[in-house]
């Protein structure tokens, strides 16, 4: 298969290098991903500036954009002469679970290549700090699974793409598709401070509230497995609790 890479924590990050040489044991893999580490830019595209793509090796471009931009250059123009097969955005450093997907650069670009048609797959690895961080497992899982998780993909009757999130682990418990997606929610606070008339805010400094919902794709992941789901790209309009008349 024709497979293209991407992410949102660059080009050159461990996740995507190792996950490029697991599948190019069969497959024909190319790289077109960030120029730096673009995580939580959600679904940013760039319409009102140029993109600049510059060839890093044989089938590895950066791009300057965000992980949607890097996904619709490669499959709308004619920079890759080839009709890829499937979209895999990862393996990024970090975890994408639940509410996680809205924020994610790396949801976001496997969401941009379901847009677009094809089959796309998400996976993102959670880390204990000051742990060793394996990759390794998680691209041979991909690899070993790929057909299946593709078909996921075409069998779904609507737009959507795979989302797998699992701990950096070097042995996995095994894998199962999770239905529920947890609820993330965070303590998250900012300093701000006065520069003249301007004010300067901080980056996001927090921590995550621990509340996993049983059986959500994060207690599956806190449970040693791998987890698997189906994340739908359609909006869905919520029904009002009670009918509301609008004046005009």
Excluded at 24 to 34: C, F, G, L, N
Excluded at 148 to 154: A, F
Excluded at 183 to 188: A, G, P, T
Aim: charged share 20%; glycine share 6%; proline share 3%.
């Amino acid at each position: 298969m024709n497979i293209l890479l991407t992410n949102d924590d660059g080009y050159d990050s461990q996740g995507i290098v190792l996950l490029k040489n697991a599948l190019s044991m069969y497959h024909d893999v190319y790289i077109m991903a960030p120029s730096g580490n673009r995580s939580a830019i959600s679904h940013c595209i760039s319409m009102h500036s140029s993109l600049k793509i510059k060839k890093i090796a044989e089938r590895v471009y950066s791009c300057s954009g965000s992980p949607a931009d890097c996904v619709f250059t490669s499959l709308e123009t004619e920079i890759f002469p080839v009709k890829f097969d499937c979209v895999i955005s990862g393996i990024n450093h970090g975890p994408n679970l639940g509410t996680d997907i809205i924020y994610s650069g790396t949801c976001a670009a496997a969401r941009e290549a379901a847009f677009l048609g094809f089959p796309s797959i998400a996976v993102s690895l959670d880390f204990v700090h000051g742990k060793i961080q394996f990759f390794d497992p998680m691209a041979v899982f991909i690899r070993s699974n790929l057909e299946k998780l593709i078909s996921l993909c075409k069998n779904s009757s609507f737009s959507s793409f795979v989302n797998i999130n699992a701990l950096s682990l070097e042995v996995y418990k095994g894998a199962v598709f999770t239905e529920i997606l947890s609820k993330r929610k965070y303590s998250d606070s900012v300093t701000v401070t006065l520069d003249g008339e301007d004010f300067i805010v901080s980056e996001r400094d927090g921590y995550l509230i621990e509340k996993t919902e049983e059986m959500s794709d994060e207690s599956i992941v806190k449970n040693g497995l791998i987890s698997v789901s189906l994340v739908s790209c359609e909006p869905e309009s919520l029904k009002s609790v009670e009918p509301i008349v609008f004046s005009v």
